[in-house]
């Protein structure tokens, strides 16, 4: 198999384009390539330590034979344009959350990577976190018994000045949503992923902390999953000063709370040899948070994304989240969205 580093390019030059490029920089089998981005100045800066072309082009960027795959990290609303014309190009494609704003938009990019016959995946860093996999590990040996109910708290804070700071922050076209589409789909798709498929959500939002943004900063939703357990999410950036993400799963065997990427709590009716180490807290941690500052949050979770990215490319075993995974939490969010609006449960279309 080709050994040589997979040559990535990305596509903008935002904050969190900032983390894929430092991601990039901690990974020998990888290297940062290109970057495309309207704001050339920040490109440039971007691209200085890897000595990355740079260019506002995405025809440019993807004409030339220098790179194998591309991270898109533009505008969530933008994400299908830059995709799809990455996967024309017979690149390889890792996209940043939310996968795309819409269902609609999203099944464009899965059709058209089927069509190319490349690798489309999305970002979701804590399914990598130590204390995520402990969880699901434990939910596929059935130490919870029977799933009874999972609730998340996204209970985050943002200042003004974040949504301020550009000018499609904030709004449906290009963001997409608010607190629960933005900052609560992690949760999301946490929940879905250990949980199983959601059948039906009913939900309130509101806008209380923040003016002049058309979307939601507030929001509590309730979940019904396929297997009959029941779920809800709070997802906020309006609670000053942020608290940690957490996510509680129960069973009529057992319960355990994961915050960020540390198990908290872990107590089921039968002991086993494992869960005193669980419980000591030093398994898991590496993947940070962003309660309060989104510049907080570690690159660790992307940089283990990107790397399993790299290793299904050059045809090795590897644990990604491809295109109708990663589209799963739009689909959920959509409907909570629809419930905030209608004032009625809604159901997940699929």
């Given at each position: 198999?080709?050994?040589?580093?997979?040559?990535?390019?990305?596509?903008?030059?935002?904050?969190i384009?900032?983390?894929?490029?430092?991601?990039?920089?901690?990974?020998?089998?990888?290297k940062?390539?290109?970057?495309?981005?309207?704001?050339?100045?920040?490109?440039?800066?971007?691209?200085?330590?890897?000595?990355?072309?740079?260019?506002?082009?995405?025809?440019?960027?993807?004409?030339?034979?220098?790179?194998?795959?591309?991270?898109?990290?533009?505008?969530?609303?933008?994400?299908?344009?830059?995709?799809?014309?990455?996967?024309?190009?017979?690149?390889?494609?890792?996209?940043?959350?939310?996968?795309?704003?819409?269902?609609?938009?999203?099944?464009?990019?899965?059709?058209?990577?089927?069509?190319?016959?490349?690798?489309?995946?999305?970002?979701?860093?804590?399914?990598?976190?130590?204390?995520?996999?402990?969880?699901?590990?434990?939910?596929?040996?059935?130490?919870?018994?029977?799933?009874?109910?999972?609730?998340?708290?996204?209970?985050?804070?943002?200042?003004?000045?974040?949504?301020?700071?550009?000018?499609?922050?904030?709004?449906?076209?290009?963001?997409?949503?608010?607190?629960l589409?933005?900052q609560?789909i992690?949760?999301?798709?946490?929940?879905?992923?250990?949980?199983?498929k959601?059948?039906?959500?009913?939900?309130?939002s509101?806008?209380?902390?923040?003016?002049?943004?058309e979307?939601?900063?507030?929001?509590?939703?309730?979940?019904?999953?396929?297997?009959?357990?029941?779920?809800?999410?709070?997802?906020?950036?309006?609670?000053?000063?942020?608290?940690?993400?957490?996510?509680?799963?129960?069973?009529?065997?057992?319960?355990?709370?994961?915050?960020?990427?540390?198990?908290?709590?872990?107590?089921?009716?039968?002991?086993?040899?494992?869960?005193?180490?669980?419980?000591s807290?030093?398994?898991?941690?590496?993947?940070?948070?962003?309660?309060?500052?989104?510049?907080?949050?570690?690159?660790?979770?992307?940089?283990?994304?990107?790397?399993?990215?790299?290793?299904?490319?050059?045809g090795?075993?590897?644990?990604?989240?491809?295109?109708?995974?990663?589209?799963?939490?739009?689909?959920?969010?959509?409907?909570?969205?629809?419930?905030?609006?209608?004032?009625?449960?809604?159901?997940?279309?699929?």
């Amino acid at each position: 198999m080709n050994t040589n580093p997979v040559r990535l390019a990305i596509i903008g030059s935002g904050s969190i384009a900032n983390m894929h490029a430092n991601a990039i920089a901690r990974i020998p089998e990888a290297k940062l390539t290109a970057i495309c981005s309207r704001n050339t100045k920040k490109a440039e800066e971007l691209a200085q330590p890897s000595g990355a072309r740079v260019t506002d082009s995405l025809e440019q960027l993807l004409a030339p034979g220098d790179i194998d795959a591309v991270l898109v990290a533009t505008p969530r609303g933008a994400h299908a344009e830059a995709a799809i014309s990455a996967l024309r190009s017979k690149k390889h494609v890792l996209c940043e959350k939310p996968f795309e704003i819409s269902s609609k938009r999203a099944r464009l990019m899965i059709d058209e990577a089927e069509r190319s016959g490349v690798l489309l995946a999305g970002f979701f860093p804590l399914r990598h976190g130590a204390g995520a996999k402990i969880l699901q590990q434990a939910i596929e040996t059935n130490r919870f018994g029977r799933l009874t109910f999972l609730s998340a708290r996204i209970k985050w804070w943002r200042e003004q000045s974040y949504y301020d700071s550009s000018t499609w922050r904030g709004t449906w076209n290009l963001d997409g949503g608010g607190a629960l589409m933005n900052q609560g789909i992690h949760a999301v798709d946490l929940m879905q992923w250990l949980g199983g498929k959601v059948t039906e959500v009913s939900a309130f939002s509101a806008t209380l902390a923040h003016r002049d943004i058309e979307v939601e900063d507030t929001l509590a939703a309730t979940m019904r999953f396929e297997n009959g357990s029941l779920g809800t999410i709070e997802a906020t950036t309006s609670c000053y000063p942020g608290l940690d993400l957490s996510l509680e799963v129960s069973g009529d065997c057992g319960t355990a709370i994961l915050v960020n990427d540390q198990i908290e709590y872990w107590r089921f009716s039968q002991d086993m040899i494992d869960d005193a180490a669980i419980r000591s807290g030093r398994i898991g941690g590496k993947i940070g948070g962003g309660a309060s500052d989104p510049k907080a949050i570690s690159c660790e979770g992307h940089r283990q994304q990107i790397v399993e990215f790299c290793r299904a490319i050059r045809g090795y075993p590897a644990n990604v989240i491809d295109g109708n995974e990663a589209a799963k939490a739009v689909s959920v969010i959509e409907a909570i969205y629809r419930s905030a609006q209608s004032g009625r449960s809604e159901p997940i279309l699929h």
